[in-house]
């Protein structure tokens, strides 16, 4: 038993030690600029045969009319239609039968692709890309399929959903001027109303190459690459229509919002959402770390304290969704049988208020950092993190390599940060709180305020 332990003792320190060397490790990146507007971002790495190809659309449901909600969510499916070289519905097939994957997403703030391949396939990959950007295939057979498409969706993961519609409810009711006040999913009327110059405007102002950044990362000769990306990419011409971004500024919170929400769900949940400041800035990073300290695993006071000790909750999550500007922290459990939704809404803020009154420990503070920069080593240990981090720093800070020096950010974090910034951003009149509550409890209400003398 000695000699295991003795031997676990070094495994763990082997990988401490592996995981700081990482940690350390610079990712190197090559990036540039095309006459037509299309910035380039590679980083070659030759440890696997394979290349990650990705395109980030600076559009996202923050930059859709407010009557053409899920404009963005949309258009992430509609350009898997096909293009005027690429048959309907062969997208997939192409990548998939090269021996690759694909996939997209969407957020309120940009729009993602990418492809992951075996390198000898990576001209393929460019191409499709190139046909996404230049030659897709908006036409009413495309729109109609995708409308159905993107219904069933809504249905699946949202109205038929336990607790599908807190992230609509949160932002419906957290923002009152911003965009952020709908979900990507948006309003499928909508989308049945809108015509087809209407997609085309959409496609030509947002999907252009000037409102995006292709990365390339993994198993490439950088050289052949950049051939290869001006061969199918030089041609396409710069959009020119204006690329309109929200000017809106939310005002700033004075009084604590409250609001029920009934829906087909056993359990109530309770939901307490505070504005943050946009990602990049110093507070920003010791809030990240403050979520983490509520819920990330076990031994997060969330779980001990009101899922373990007090057995109020089944699920407990804190966490906040890196919006481009100004966004929530989201704090939620889901309630034990038996409990009320206030009782756990009481559990939760005394956590909350214990944090700003007491501060951190030396041991939470020392999990916290280990945690971010595991979290750090382990985004960027495939080629497609590493794209995606390229991307999202450049797109939402215009600074790619953030993926070098953002761990310093977190490091720069002290425990009186954290302590700082739960008192100066977790307050009453800055939160929003949601009983996410069942449906049978709504009937409950009625008849009771039906009775006489009921309220």
Avoid: C
Avoid at 277 to 304: V, W
């Amino acid at each position: 038993m000695k000699r295991n332990a003795f031997y676990g003792l070094l495994l763990g320190v082997s990988l401490l030690t592996a995981s700081a060397k990482q940690a350390e490790a610079k990712i190197s990146y090559t990036q540039y600029t095309m006459p037509n507007g299309l910035t380039v971002i590679l980083h070659e790495d030759h440890s696997t045969p394979i290349v990650a190809v990705s395109v980030m659309y600076h559009v996202g449901s923050k930059n859709e009319h407010p009557e053409r909600t899920g404009f963005a969510h949309f258009f992430e499916h509609l350009l898997f239609e096909g293009s005027e070289n690429i048959k309907r519905g062969e997208f997939m097939k192409l990548v998939q039968s090269a021996g690759g994957q694909l996939n997209a997403n969407t957020t309120q703030d940009r729009t993602f692709y990418y492809e992951v391949l075996p390198s000898n396939q990576l001209e393929l990959a460019l191409w499709m890309e190139s046909e996404r950007m230049l030659h897709a295939k908006i036409d009413d057979i495309g729109v109609e399929t995708q409308r159905k498409v993107v219904k069933e969706e809504k249905k699946q993961r949202y109205d038929n959903t336990p607790y599908g519609q807190l992230i609509n409810v949160i932002f419906e009711n957290a923002y009152t001027t911003y965009p952020y006040k709908w979900s990507p999913i948006g309003k499928e009327q909508y989308i049945d109303q809108a015509t087809m110059d209407e997609f085309m405007s959409f496609y030509k102002t947002f999907y252009v190459p000037n409102n995006a950044v292709m990365v390339i990362a993994g198993d490439i000769n950088q050289a052949q690459t950049k051939a290869l990306i001006n061969k199918y990419y030089a041609d396409i011409p710069k959009g020119t229509k204006p690329i309109p971004r929200p000017t809106e500024v939310e005002p700033v919170q004075t009084a604590e919002k409250r609001v029920k929400f009934y829906d087909n769900v056993q359990l109530p949940g309770v939901v307490l959402a505070y504005h943050i400041p946009k990602q990049g800035t110093h507070d920003y990073y010791a809030i990240q770390l403050l979520t983490q300290l509520m819920s990330k695993g076990k031994s997060s006071r969330f779980e001990k304290e009101v899922a373990d000790k007090q057995e109020k909750a089944i699920q407990t999550a804190s966490f906040d969704l890196g919006n481009e500007e100004p966004g929530l922290a989201i704090m939620l459990g889901i309630a034990n049988m038996g409990v009320t939704a206030d009782d756990l809404e009481k559990s939760l803020l005394a956590e909350i208020e214990k944090l700003k009154k007491d501060g951190i420990t030396d041991e939470e503070y020392r999990k916290l950092q280990n945690q971010a920069e595991n979290d750090f080593v382990e985004q960027n240990q495939k080629v497609l993190g590493v794209a995606t981090n390229l991307a999202t720093y450049y797109t939402f800070q215009g600074n790619a390599d953030l993926i070098n020096t953002e761990l310093d950010k977190y490091k720069k974090v002290t425990k009186e940060d954290i302590k700082r910034v739960a008192n100066k951003y977790f307050t009453k009149e800055n939160r929003l709180v949601i009983h996410y509550l069942p449906k049978s409890e709504e009937n409950k209400t009625q008849e009771s305020a039906n009775k006489p003398g009921g309220k």
